[in-house]
């Protein structure tokens, strides 16, 4: 039975746990046994904890027994990203200066899927301040992809990827900030989601690049990305970027599925040379997929999106130089040589000089030098500029077509330990994702297939306008469907058994 269920889709899972074929408790059992049986080769999690998530499979037990109406996800288990506040678990954001802190509450997005009855497994591991596109840059050490243990699981939420890649969670939380969703979404076989910013909270959230982080779901199909998403986005007074709009129908456009008549453009920057053979083969069929379902394909050019990922690195350390001020020694976490001997700045500096791993320091040197006195206008002002010109290649693009489709990223999956030591390769993993952060926009992967020369996943991104959302959940599930019946079932199946 256990063996059964933790392949069973979240849709699925919350059909049998409404209609009581399966309680909540036996479907977390489940998940927590393979968990226990692979973590160690896997090593998604910072934490784990059995015992508050059998209590909260419980509680939704109880409610359902004395006939309470529980929402479209009660009981079925979830992984959070480390970098969410959870009132009852540890919150570290995979960095040594928060070790063990617990934070006092939840995060929005935690809270309103605790309230939903979604059962916290635990936090997942990620880069260091969801700094990072490997899971590598973890103070506690890397998560491995389930398709090839000595292979990336991408990042920044990497363990959040591994996790649902390896069955030991049918969902999880991530966070996106220049691609953290998508690209590990990618190079695992799954489908991952990037709201429109502003359209899930950032309370709660531990900041990295306030203008541009944003939370959204990691799935195994396109509707249950679209059930968790519509669990926790919508308003928040908490946040004040927060758009006070309703959410996008995602769930309805994952059910609908259809691209008849539908204008998709192709980016002419994202392709050719730089991209992994096996990964244009795979985009190349996607498009055909599409044509053959009605879609109207073209190409569209987007001049300024090949200096997305240079205003990225400006924008990015800029914002979390600012961000990391706050972990200090004196208010969180690590505090390093308090004696009577020091003064509060030399504890600060040690605190700060041990408690952050070497990409942190990077960003933060980075950044503090961009915004430093007259270098601001020409570093940090010239990037906030190219940021509008590209908002404005996606309003030209979305004037001519619906949704614009490229590869999520330029390769499948590297090898643990081959880009550790060339921050410049490891940037390159966002090349193509990066520019939906800077504008705002929705951006989805889905699977698109294995390449042929590695046998590893690729994934297929479509991005939509701002608060068009439904729009890349409705591509993306039909071409989910049509690749499926091409695959003869879900692409994961085609996954080594660990
Ligand atoms: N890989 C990118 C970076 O290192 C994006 C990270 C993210 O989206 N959190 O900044």
Sequence with gaps: MSADIIKKSAAELAGLISSGEASAVEVTQAHLDRIAAVEDSVKAFTHVDPETALAQARTVDERRAAGEALGPLAGVPIAH???????????????????????????????????????????????????????????????????????????????????????????????????????????????????TYGGSSRYGLIAFASSLDTPGPLARTVLDAALLHEAFSGHDPMDSTSIDQPVPPVVEAARRAEVGGLR?????????????????????????????????????????FTYALPAYYLIAPSECSSNLARFDGMRYGLRVGDDETRSAEEVMALTRA???????????????????????????????????????????????????????????????????????????????????NLAGNAAISVPCGLADEDSLPVGLQIMAPVLADDRVYRVGAAVERALQDRWGGPLLAKAPEL
Excluded at 154 to 176: K, M, Q
Excluded at 274 to 284: D, E, I, K, S
Excluded at 391 to 418: C, K, N, Y
């Design 264 to 304: 998709v453009g192709v980016v002419k920057e994202f392709g050719g040379e730089g991209y992994q053979p096996g990964v244009l083969a795979r985009f190349h069929e996607a498009v055909e997929v599409l044509e053959s379902l009605g879609a109207k394909v073209v190409e569209v050019s987007c001049p300024h």
């Design 354 to 436: 041990e408690g952050f791993g070497p990409e942190v320091k990077r960003r933060i040197m980075l950044g503090t030098y961009a915004l430093s006195s007259g270098y601001y206008d020409a570093y940090y002002g010239k990037a906030q500029q190219v940021r509008t010109l590209i908002a404005r290649d996606f309003d030209a693009a979305f004037e001519q077509v619906d949704v614009l489709i490229s590869p999520t990223t330029p390769t499948t999956a590297f090898a643990i330990g081959e880009r550790a030591d060339d921050p410049m390769a490891m940037y390159l993993a966002d090349l193509c994702t990066i520019p939906s």
């Design 81 to 195: 990203k480390d970098v969410f506040t959870t009132i009852d678990m540890p919150t570290t954001a995979s960095s040594k200066i928060l070790e063990g802190w617990r934070p006092p509450y939840d995060a929005t997005v935690t809270r309103r899927l605790r309230e939903a009855g979604l059962v916290i497994l635990g936090k997942t591991n990620m880069d260091e301040f969801a700094m990072g596109s490997s899971t590598e840059n973890s103070a506690f050490g890397p998560t491995h992809n389930p398709w090839d243990l000595n292979k990336i699981p991408g990042g920044s939420s990497g363990g959040s990827s591994a996790a649902v890649a390896a069955y030991e969670a049918p969902l999880a939380t991530g966070t996106d900030t220049g691609g953290s969703i998508r690209q590990p979404a990618a190079v695992t076989g799954l489908v991952g989601m990037k709201p």
